[in-house]
């Protein structure tokens, strides 16, 4: 995120110059949403959250929230590549001993040895599909919960405007 200037609150001009020019932008954007939202959002509730983007700490601290969700993406896509190596692993192990066992089996014993290494290798691919949807449900339930602390965070912070999802479910 880039840096943005804070105004110096000694310079009333300068203030009130940029809040006019934020303000205006924050109307151009209102303008593309649907209607249903235009009308919850006010001209004063738009002047208010161009004072507020006015002082840097609002930058600062979604910033922070930002880096935080960066970092817990980042961490949560390596434990699925781990999961996705160990798979790939365990598939590679079972099909060598597959293939020594067919290459050490008799003839007679050969079509029960196909079927229950059949059977084997789609054990291992209920068993994989299973743990891989396990660990994609916890990683949208960890990003779930990583956007209510988000939206907790920003509501006890007062940002105008600002309610948790979970209170607009309600």
């Known amino acids: 995120m880039d840096s943005y200037p804070v105004v110096s609150t000694s310079d009333p001009t ?6 006019y020019y934020l303000l205006s932008e924050l109307q151009t954007l209102v303008k593309d949403l649907p209607s249903s ?3 919850r959002l006010s001209y004063n509730t738009l002047s208010d959250l161009a004072l507020a983007l006015i002082d840097g700490t609002v930058f600062e601290i979604v910033q922070g929230l930002l880096d ?3 970092l817990t993406e980042k961490n949560l896509y390596n434990q699925r590549q781990k999961l996705h190596c160990e798979h790939q692993a365990l598939k590679q192990e079972l099909v060598k001993r597959h293939k020594d066992a067919l290459q050490t089996c008799k003839s007679h ?6 079927s229950n290494q059949q059977t084997e290798l789609e054990a ?3 068993r994989v599909r299973e743990e891989q949807r396990m660990m994609d449900k916890k990683i949208v339930a960890e990003m779930d919960q990583k956007v209510i602390d988000q939206q907790n965070t ?6 105008l405007g600002f309610m948790s999802l979970l209170i607009l479910r309600s």
């Open 14 to 19: 300068k203030q009130q110059e940029r809040h």
């Open 37 to 39: 939202f235009q009308q």
């Open 68 to 70: 935080i969700q960066h």
């Open 109 to 114: 014993n050969l079509t029960l040895l196909k």
């Open 124 to 126: 291992l691919e209920v």
């Open 154 to 159: 920003l509501e006890r912070l007062a940002f």
